[in-house]
């Protein structure tokens, strides 16, 4: 599976670097994360760095785990997808970010696995309208929105410290109620009655997907951290393999 494969180049990766640094958004990654690898023979140096979701936050963070040492910055996160093919809560670890502002980009330090691994994230302000992230998507070839990546990618590339993007996908079918959302206001306008009952209608909806999503999302990221700990024991076993026991 891609995933796999993009896995075990991130314990590779991890393997020959000093100290790798997890920017993470929740507190249960950070623990599913320290679970996963404190059961290693051989612990690799690691740190983490909880983000708040600003772009100063973002960079802070990223300066001070490269203040205590850390020579790979890996993000983990969810992120929105922009493609069909992209199952909901598949991983996704992109080897080019895109800045679409600019259109800015950054390859980080994934070689290319996989048609979806070679795929880049976009990476803006959070743009509402479906119809939007999806002609940006098409114009940047991209699969996935966040908007903290590029500017993570802009100072890592000047610090020159390579780094890497873990995205579990959120389901885009969310979309379906919010194009009705907007196709409503735009024939009613945004002030009326029927406005509003649409809001009522079609918004708990479209967070109901988007919630239920956001939760297998999670749950990838904690299969993730299980599939890192199982690609780091392996590359363990290759480096130090066990003896064979002597004949009695």
Not at 98 to 114: I, L, N
Not at 136 to 149: G, I, K, P, Y
Not at 225 to 233: C, K, T, Y
Request: with cysteine.
């Amino acid at each position: 599976m891609i995933q796999d494969t993009a896995i075990g180049a991130l314990a590779d990766a991890m393997l020959v670097r000093q100290k790798t640094g997890f920017l993470i958004y929740r507190a249960a990654d950070h623990r599913a994360l320290s679970r996963s690898l404190t059961h290693l023979p051989r612990l690799p140096a690691v740190d983490f760095a909880l983000l708040t979701g600003s772009p100063a936050n973002a960079e802070e963070a990223a300066e001070t785990l490269i203040k205590r040492g850390c020579d790979l910055i890996v993000l983990w996160q969810t992120a929105l997808s922009l493609q069909d093919f992209i199952e909901p809560g598949e991983l996704v670890m992109p080897t080019r970010i895109v800045e679409a502002e600019s259109g800015g980009r950054f390859d980080t330090g994934f070689p290319g696995m996989g048609r979806r691994d070679r795929a880049a994230i976009l990476t803006t302000d959070f743009i509402e309208d479906p119809g939007a992230r999806r002609r940006l998507a098409m114009r940047f070839q991209c699969v996935v929105m966040d908007t903290l990546s590029a500017t993570l990618a802009r100072r890592l590339a000047r610090a020159k410290v390579p780094y890497l993007v873990v995205c579990a996908q959120i389901d885009r079918r969310a979309e379906y109620w919010t194009n009705r959302f907007f196709s409503w206001r735009v024939r009613f306008g945004s002030r009326t009655l029927l406005s509003a009952l649409a809001w009522i209608w079609f918004k708990p909806r479209e967070l109901m997907v988007f919630s239920t999503s956001r939760g297998g999302a999670n749950a990838s990221l904690r299969d993730a951290a299980n599939l890192l700990r199982e690609s780091l024991e392996e590359a363990f076993e290759d480096e130090f393999p066990s003896l064979p026991e002597e004949a009695g």
